[in-house]
């Protein structure tokens, strides 16, 4: 097992929301010496409560990221699903025979990682699971051929 450290990264200042602005710190594993961008933590620059609230959110959700990736030696996290473990949530979905809904690209490839996203047709069950190991996201594509999909446009 290797060690995962993290780091944030430099803030920067972009649009956020319709008409506001906020700074965006990018949360940064690192693992075998190599960056792997998490997440970014949202502080929006308009202090009202709800804004508040969101930025509370933001470092709950990174804080969450953060523990996974350390429990699964940086492999894989996970943003919302009904099992923090994609072969887990995968069982359950070719148990019950559901099909997954795409909208857009199931394997999102981003510049360190895949982020594995989709719904279900029959049971309202939204998934994302940010991959980093090659192999992992391999397994998890070998399974997915297994079960029914439907790509929405």
Not at 38 to 44: A, F, G, S, T
Not at 63 to 81: H, M, N, P, V, W
Request: charged share 25%; glycine share 6%; hydrophobic share 35%.
């Amino acid at each position: 097992m290797s060690s995962v450290l993290f780091i944030h990264g430099d803030p920067v200042i972009r649009s956020y929301g319709l008409s506001s602005t906020g700074e965006y710190t990018p949360v940064i594993m690192v693992k075998d010496g190599k960056r792997f961008f998490i997440r970014n933590i949202v502080l929006p620059l308009k202090g009202d409560a709800y804004s508040k609230l969101n930025h509370q959110k933001s470092i709950d959700d990174a804080e969450r990221a953060k523990a996974q990736l350390i429990e699964t030696d940086g492999k894989f996290c996970c943003f919302y699903s009904r099992e923090n473990d994609p072969f887990k949530f995968l069982d359950w979905v070719k148990e019950n025979n559901y099909t997954i809904e795409i909208h857009g690209e199931l394997f999102e490839p981003g510049q360190d990682f895949t982020d594995f996203h989709g719904n279900l047709c029959e049971y309202s069950a939204a998934f994302m699971y940010r991959i980093y190991d090659p192999e992992m996201l391999n397994s998890i594509k070998e399974i997915v051929k297994e079960i029914p999909q439907n790509k929405c446009y």
